[in-house]
């Protein structure tokens, strides 16, 4: 009997414990720290160079070309140089496109790396990446905002055109923890992962204390049919 009481409490406390353990943590999410271009929304032109200036040092997680991808390519071979010396080297992936004209696409790299404040140039080996007319081609810099854990990144790429001048849609690309694509047409989609974060914990609260009574429940059940039990043991005992 005792064993039995044993056995039901070390199960009531591991699912009082267990809703800790189920806690999910909150994933900063990337804001964008640098844009070359200033958020840039007009045609661009085409280049393979980008120049750009960091007046303060950064700790970037990702960095981002926009570039017209070309058939069959999904990586870019990319090298970056800071004060004319060698600085990073790597091969970006396609990502995120222009819904309409699909061939213009992010090329995303996570870096994970310093970015101390100073001059820096792009070079890739085509001429394919974004040129703001009378200014340098487009790089984003994205990282971790101090004290910021829900914040959405505000990415608005530019809207290309080809060296015929043809013009490209503008779209707002929205580039975050949740890879959301916002377009000025009619796929706006506006999406808060605060809100989502918070309507998913609340959900697994609710869980948790509905698994809570269950298990009180089911103890109880247990109490009741083992005293029944016991009483009708005792009952069938021969009287001395």
Do not use: H
């Not at 070309?70 to 071979?77: A, K, M, R, S, Y």
């Not at 200014?135 to 959405?152: D, F, H, K, M």
Request: aromatic share 8%.
């Amino acid at each position: 009997m005792k064993k039995t009481w044993i056995i039901l409490g070390i199960v009531a406390a591991a699912f009082f414990i267990a809703p800790a353990g189920f806690a999910q943590t909150n994933t900063a999410a990337e804001v964008t720290l640098f844009d070359s271009t200033d958020n840039y929304l007009g045609g661009c032109s085409l280049t393979d160079t980008s120049e750009w200036t960091l007046s303060e040092d950064l700790n970037v997680t990702k960095i981002q070309l926009w570039y017209k991808w070309q058939t069959g390519e999904t990586e870019l071979p990319v090298t970056v140089t800071k004060d004319g010396a060698d600085f990073a080297s790597f091969t970006a992936l396609r990502s995120a496109c222009d819904p309409y004209q699909t061939s213009w696409c992010n090329a995303d790299y996570t870096i994970n790396k310093a970015f101390p404040a100073g001059a820096y140039t792009t070079k890739i080996a085509n001429a394919y990446q974004c040129l703001k007319p009378g200014s340098t081609g487009t790089v984003r810099l994205y990282g971790i905002a101090a004290g910021n854990t829900n914040e959405e990144p505000s990415l608005i790429a530019p809207s290309p055109t080809n060296e015929n001048g043809n013009s490209n849609t503008n779209v707002n690309l929205i580039a975050g923890s949740n890879s959301n694509v916002n377009t000025n047409a009619d796929e706006n989609v506006n999406t808060t992962a605060g809100t989502a974060d918070d309507d998913e914990d609340g959900g697994d609260e609710a869980m948790r204390i509905v698994l809570v009574f269950v298990v009180l429940a089911l103890l109880i059940v247990i109490y009741i049919l083992i005293k029944r039990k016991t009483a009708q043991l005792r009952s069938q005992q021969p009287k001395q």
